[in-house]
């Protein structure tokens, strides 16, 4: 009982960043399925969520900010795309993933600019922000809601995928982006919608993360993006469930290296993961084999 | 072609741009005192309310007479962005500008990181309230009139272990951060000597879950939490504090010495115990015209947090200004170099209390440390008793 | 005409620019303040034309995606840094204060520049042994990774003796400590940095014109089609990693030299990408476009774009400049760069005197053509 409670909390606390790193990943992978791209900016859209939290709560009520919030970072999200990714459509693959960084690097600097570099609390959310306890470990409502939402998101995503026509077009598109367009799919337009779904998914993390870990700063897209994207990689990149279980698997490894005291290395064990599994299984937990064409 | 002319006119317009932006406006009368503070990043916060101080202190008094001529003074802001990469350029942009002395930073890290361009353009700088011994120690160009955290450390300790009555403490600080790493080591070697035992954990810059670091503290079952780091991390570490449900004291040095620790306690059922310089109410009639003057604009009430709660730093930035135009007077010149060697023996009674430095390193004597509680019903700081070491 | 003599000609050209370019910042270095910002700008400038000509190497020339280059900048500062520092410094308590330092030996500044370089290679060589058989993005991920886990490893409190843990490292020997051999003269630091930079991106692009040099671009233009050529590809992509990290060590031990301190804190992933965007801007696969770029950038960054942080230039009453807006036009800058110049400044052409030559009759037939021509409507 002893070890349960001495563990308990970073379990705990494992699952949840894990759920929202889970929100998050989804975003990268499906980016990557259909445009062979690592959204660098991916990470920012999210801070900029939580931003956009900050700046709405402080003169609408959560009600109206919190749909608010969703629908600004899906625009932004589609912004992003329309205005960085589209001109680069035919430029060589590294011209957009340096657009991303320079995307990535203009949110930061704008919500550098817009908060003046201080950290923003960010607003509690009622009943989301309580604290409970559980087992005897307190903790607060939402680190039991995440991995709740997460999965009950997933499904909806993936049968999303599986079963509408925008879902199967996805689909043709990551499979083969020349053939797709052949058969008269509209490319852009599933490209957009990739976006907007990632976004809306990012928001919704944002959201979970930061209430949460309640402070907002320009960087804190950062280190959690890239993990993120190891996440993706990790779990196989294009693949959902992989994308979830891989963030999953590093959310509750990282909390359990900082319960044994491993602090230093709490963000190096994720990337250390990462390239024993590149090495093992070059295309991640439930990557599909890649063949080269000669 | 036209794409690279096109290149090539922009960036000549960006050059001109710069050169008219760039040109100083400096003339025989003015002197100008650089201020190397951090305005984004880490500590960012706190870096603004220090600079405050020193905004305010100009406000105060704009001009100086220095060898029987009055001029004007002009203070040069740069943001060093609480990074020591970043910190180089920013001090020798302040030496560019032709500073005739620095003052700064908030943050021992950048000024030991931006202390080696001071020294070589020759321009003393004065430590605002970077408490790290490692700024001044060996060199002749660094001063200080705050107290040093081997002194600070000390008195911490003994606050946990006599006055807390506990004997396990938990210690966190950043990783790299010459701030809270200096600290939080003084604070062991004192706890350990004085027959307490530590636990000790550092996080990685960029860390936002304090989630482990608050369960590991629980777990080890320690008495205080001590973890003096910037008000960024300080606002989390309290939330997860209360989301938590722990029950010991959270214990803090100097940063914590700030209203972002007070918005983030308040309503909480959390105790917050800190060391700083100056307690708010020490000296009224600064306390009410310094809280006039932020109220008085946006941005500065902005810059202060929010409100018009007066934290130490702000203070001890207002004493700097008038120390760092005490030793000008006391040079007879705006010379950088005779500047240098009237610090040494500069005094000024200021509203932090009398400063003087020593002759070994240039710090402050400074033997009292200020400490205070926060009261998270209302929100504000209550002054426990000073204590004075030596 | 005859091709060999043009050659001879421009190469004639090109020693006679670089001396002339050297004895101009001798004489300003002579003349100047050496305190002004210009000198500062150009000695960083100078250092991350350096490492991004060093990354072009890998990204550019053997079309190799790797975002390690800060960890290795990393390696070389830190055991510059370390071997640099003088031993009375190091037994003392001013700088190893938690530790004991554990390295009894100090070298001069030549012999620790070079080892630096020697280190951040030997890791190289290790980090490569697995991670170059991965391709693109993931090799890309794996070495941001490798670098993160570097950092790391540096920072790590049982590492403290050698690398004093997380906190900084100072008083070693810094620019203002090179003297000019056998003279207790100092010498000018803006100089030292363009010749240490200078002849190791000149051994770079003697490599790229070599053999060696033709079998990188064979690669990055197709691997199967060079292996099927008798390329070893394992063993050029080793090559072409060990010698980049190289330099970047030589380059991160300059920049610790520069700055006076270092701190392992400040080798992020966000320098990397700095270092990528200097090559993008600069044109991938062109040496002469990372050298520009990175002068441009270092200088819009920290010296041209700053008066736009200050709130006193505000006019017309608006309240638009403030601290961060600099941030905020300089990313627009690149996003403009990005998406209209994809190319970079030079492509991937490099600089010619030809081209200036055509340039120059192309400019002055125009003007020609114009002033003979039609009357402007």
């Known amino acids: ?30 980016v990557y399925g259909i445009l062979r791209l690592i959204n660098f900016a991916h990470g920012d859209v999210f801070m900029a969520a939580g931003m956009f939290m900050v700046f709405l709560s402080a003169s609408l009520p959560l009600g109206a900010a919190v749909p608010l919030v969703l629908v600004l970072t899906v625009l932004l999200g589609f912004m992003i795309e329309r205005v960085a990714y589209k001109p680069l459509r035919s430029a060589p693959r590294m011209s957009v993933m340096i657009s991303a960084i320079g995307v990535s690097y203009l949110l930061q600097n704008c919500a550098l600019y817009f908060t003046g570099g201080l950290a923003k609390v960010y607003p509690q959310l009622p009943w989301l922000s309580d604290t409970v306890t559980i087992f005897g470990a307190v903790t607060k409502r939402v680190t039991l809601i995440t991995p709740i939402l997460t999965l009950i998101l997933v499904i909806g995503l993936s049968l999303f995928i599986k079963y509408t026509k925008v879902g199967m077009a996805m689909r043709a598109v990551s499979k083969d982006f020349e053939t797709a367009r052949l058969m008269g799919i509209k490319v852009n337009s599933v490209i957009s919608s990739t ?100 | 072609m036209k794409k690279a002319l096109a290149l090539v006119l922009a960036l000549t317009m960006i050059f001109a741009l710069a050169a008219c932006g760039g040109s100083s406006k ?30 305010y202190a100009n406000s105060v008094q704009p001009t100086v007479e220095i060898g029987g001529k009055t001029y004007n003074v002009v203070v040069k802001y740069v943001d060093n962005e609480s990074s020591n990469d970043k910190a180089p350029s920013a001090a020798a942009e302040l030496v560019n500008a032709g500073c ?5 930073s908030y943050g021992s890290g950048v000024s030991i990181a931006g202390g080696p361009t001071f020294e ?23 001063f200080r009139i705050c107290f040093l955290d081997p002194f600070q450390g000390t008195v911490l300790a003994n606050y946990a272990y006599n006055e807390l009555g506990v004997t396990k403490a938990y210690c966190l600080n950043k990783l790299g951060d010459d701030y809270s790493g200096g600290l939080v080591k003084y604070f062991i070697d004192a706890f350990e000597g004085l027959g307490g035992e530590c636990v000790h954990e550092e996080f990685p810059d960029g860390n936002s879950d304090f989630t482990s670091y608050v369960a590991n503290a629980k777990a080890a079952d320690c008495g205080v939490f001590f973890s003096p780091v910037s008000t960024e991390a300080a606002q ?44 708010e109410g020490a000296d009224a009639s600064f306390d009410s015209s310094i809280k006039a003057w932020i109220n008085g604009n946006s941005t500065n009430l902005a810059n202060n947090g929010g409100d018009d709660t007066v934290a130490a730093v702000t203070a001890m930035g207002y004493d700097a200004y008038f120390f760092a135009l005490a030793a000008m007077q006391k040079a007879g010149s705006t010379e950088p170099a005779k500047v240098m060697d009237a610090l040494w023996s500069t005094e000024i009674n200021g509203v932090t209390g009398p400063i003087a430095l020593d002759q070994t390193n240039g710090d402050a004597i400074r033997n009292t440390a200020f400490v205070k509680q926060a009261d998270t019903a209302t929100g504000t700081w209550i002054a426990l008793d000073p204590v004075t070491v030596g | 005409m005859d091709l060999r003599k043009d050659k001879k000609k421009d190469m004639l050209c090109t020693a006679v620019a670089l001396a002339a370019m050297f004895i101009v910042l001798l004489v300003m270095e002579l003349t100047m303040k050496s305190t002004s910002i210009l000198f500062t700008v150009m000695k960083k400038g100078v250092i991350y034309a350096l490492v991004a000509v060093s990354m072009n190497l890998l990204n550019g020339f053997t079309g190799l995606f790797s975002l390690g280059q ?7 500062a830190y055991t510059y840094s370390i071997l640099s520092m003088p031993v009375s410094v190091k037994m003392g308590e001013s700088v190893y204060k938690y530790y004991d330092c554990a390295i009894g030996i100090e070298l001069g500044i030549f012999p620790s520049l070079i080892l630096a370089g020697v280190i951040a290679a030997v890791f190289a060589a290790l980090i490569g042994l697995p991670v170059l058989r991965l391709k693109s993005d993931y090799l890309a991920i794996a070495t941001l990774g490798f670098a993160e886990i570097l950092r790391a490893l540096f920072q790590w409190d049982a590492m403290g003796p050698v690398t004093n843990g997380a906190n900084v490292l100072r008083q070693y020997k810094d620019l203002t400590k090179v003297k000019i051999p056998f003279t207790n003269i100092q010498f000018p630091p803006t100089l030292f940095c363009f010749l240490v930079s200078g002849i190791c991106i000149a051994i770079i ?12 671009k064979a690669i990055r233009d197709d691997e199967i089609a060079a292996e099927a050529m008798g390329i070893n590809l394992f063993k050029h992509k080793e090559m072409s990693f060990v010698i980049s990290s190289f330099f970047a060590g030589i380059s991160g031990a300059m920049l610790a030299m520069f700055q006076y301190t270092v701190q392992a804190a400040q080798f992020k992933t966000a320098m990397t990408y700095e270092i990528l965007l200097i090559v993008v801007i600069g044109g991938i696969g062109s040496v002469t476009g990372s050298c520009i770029a990175s002068f441009l950038f270092i200088a819009c960054n920290e010296w041209w774009l700053r008066f736009l942080d200050e709130s006193s230039n505000n006019i017309l009453g608006l309240n638009i400049l403030r601290s961060g807006f600099r941030k905020v036009v300089f990313s627009i800058i690149i996003m403009i760069i990005v998406l209209f110049f994809s190319k970079g400044i030079m492509g991937d052409r490099e600089f010619s005197w030809a081209r200036i030559r055509a340039f120059f009759a192309r400019f002055k037939k125009k003007a020609a053509a114009s002033e003979g021509g039609e009357p402007n409507v």
Request: hydrophobic content about 45%; glycine content about 14%.
């Open chain 3, 205 to 216: 692009v003697l490599l790229i014109n070599s053999s060696y040099g033709r079998a990188f």
């Open chain 2, 100 to 104: 005739s002395i620095v003052l700064g």
């Open chain 2, 26 to 55: 400096s003339d025989a009368n003015t002197v100008t005192i650089g201020v190397f503070e951090p305005a984004s990043g880490d500590n960012g916060a706190g870096g603004k309310q220090e600079t405050l101080g020193v905004q």
């Open chain 1, 195 to 294: 976006f907007i779904i990632g976004s809306l998914l990012a928001a919704v993390g944002s959201l979970l993360y930061f209430t949460n870990y309640a402070s907002v700063t320009p960087t804190s897209g950062g280190m959690p993006g890239l993990k993120c994207f190891v996440a993706a990689v990790f779990g196989g990149i294009g693949s959902i469930p992989g994308a979830v279980i891989g963030a999953f698997i590093i959310g509750i490894c990282e909390n359990i290296i900082k319960g044994l005291g491993w602090t230093t290395f709490s963000d190096a064990f994720t990337f250390a993961l990462l390239i024993v599994i590149l090495l093992v299984k070059p295309t991640g937990l439930f990557g599909e084999k890649a063949t080269d064409k000669v």
């Open chain 2, 236 to 279: 989390l570490i309290i939330d997860q504090v209360v989301a938590q449900g722990a029950s010991f004291p959270l214990l803090a040095g100097d940063t914590w010495d700030s209203n972002v620790i007070l918005q983030a306690a308040k309503g909480k059922d959390v105790q917050v115990t800190v060391t700083t310089f100056y307690p």
């Open chain 1, 1 to 30: 009982m002893s070890f349960l409670q001495n563990s308990l909390p970073y379990i705990l606390a494992g699952i949840s960043v894990g759920g929202q790193y889970a929100l998050i990943a989804i975003g990268y992978t499906m």
């Open chain 3, 70 to 76: 800060a960890g290795f900048m990393l390696i070389g």
């Open chain 2, 120 to 142: 070589a353009a020759g321009i003393p700088a004065v430590g605002i309230t970077c408490t790290n011994p490692q700024v001044t120690e060996g060199n002749t160009y660094y």
